[in-house]
């Protein structure tokens, strides 16, 4: 599914979050956006899914105008985001927290496949299948998040600082998940601090100041800019190959 964003602004009050955003996410490609605290990511993410209206601009996917489609509508055209603090629910199972993600759909015999392929994605979540949310580690609601969001049978996954908080044993399993979601053809919208992460993940990176978009180049190209390196990529140890 393509994801056009076009001029996109968005306030909270008089707080000028995003500012013109335009952003062009092909079909079957994932993407990056990067940026340091506060410049706006994780808005434009609520903005994609409907948490938050827009000010100005237009969102379309696969040409069609969302902009002001409520969230649910927005759910049933394929589009889920796993998002930032993974926003579990703490009192239920693994397994039921999976089977919330499917909550639209009623195909139950393709919701049990996508079941067992999140469970075949994330092997750790089998095991703790039956624990409750608050006893997972961040690792293991991280692999929830994004699993929940799976259960949507997404064609655009929105995912919202996958990498935060996660040691880098965890983030390298997170990446190589994200490649094979990747792979079945889902297209992928990421935001992260980690930049190194996001860009060597990513075909096309975004680099987000001040709620302004400052560049859109091809990944590789951020990944080896000297000033961007200095900016964003500096001390990064945590590179993802
Ligand atoms: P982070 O990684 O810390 O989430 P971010 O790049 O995702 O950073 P946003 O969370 O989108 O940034 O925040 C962008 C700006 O909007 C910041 O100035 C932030 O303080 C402000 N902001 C975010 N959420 C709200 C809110 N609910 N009400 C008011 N201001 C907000």
């Known amino acids: 599914m393509r994801l056009e964003l076009d001029?996109?602004?968005?306030?909270?009050?008089?707080?000028?979050?995003?500012?013109?955003?335009?952003?062009?996410?092909a079909s079957g490609s994932v993407a990056a956006i990067i940026g340091a605290n506060g410049a706006g990511k994780s808005t434009i993410m609520r903005g994609i899914v409907g948490l938050v209206p827009?000010?100005?601009?237009?969102?379309?996917?696969?040409?069609?105008?969302?902009?002001n489609l409520p969230t649910e509508q927005r759910t049933r055209s394929g589009i889920a985001l796993s998002p930032e603090g993974?926003?579990?629910?703490?009192?239920?199972?693994?397994?039921?927290?999976?089977?919330?993600?499917a909550y639209l759909r009623r195909d139950a015999r393709a919701i049990r496949d996508d079941l067992d392929m999140v469970y075949a994605l994330f092997p750790r979540l089998t095991e703790r299948r039956q624990s409750l949310g608050r006893n997972l580690s961040g690792g293991e609601q991280q692999m929830v998040a994004i699993g929940r969001a799976l259960m949507a049978a997404p064609k655009l996954l929105l995912l919202d600082e996958p990498s935060l908080g996660l040691a880098p044993a965890v983030i390298h399993m997170m990446a190589g998940a994200i490649r094979k979601i990747a792979l079945t053809g889902?297209?992928?919208l990421l935001v992260e601090q980690n930049s190194h992460l996001a860009l060597s993940?990513?075909?096309?990176?975004?680099?987000?100041?001040?709620?302004?978009?400052?560049?859109?180049?091809?990944?590789?190209?951020?990944l080896h800019d000297e000033d961007l390196k200095r900016a964003y990529l500096g001390d990064d140890p945590l590179v993802v190959k």
Do not use: C, W
């Open 7 to 25: 001029n996109v602004s968005i306030h909270y009050g008089a707080i000028h979050a995003v500012r013109d955003v335009s952003i062009d996410v």
């Open 54 to 67: 827009l000010s100005k601009g237009e969102i379309r996917i696969d040409g069609r105008v969302i902009t």
């Open 86 to 101: 993974r926003k579990l629910f703490s009192e239920m199972t693994v397994h039921d927290n999976l089977l919330s993600g």
């Open 186 to 188: 889902v297209t992928v």
């Open 201 to 222: 993940l990513s075909q096309m990176g975004h680099v987000l100041e001040g709620g302004r978009l400052v560049r859109s180049s091809p990944a590789s190209d951020l």
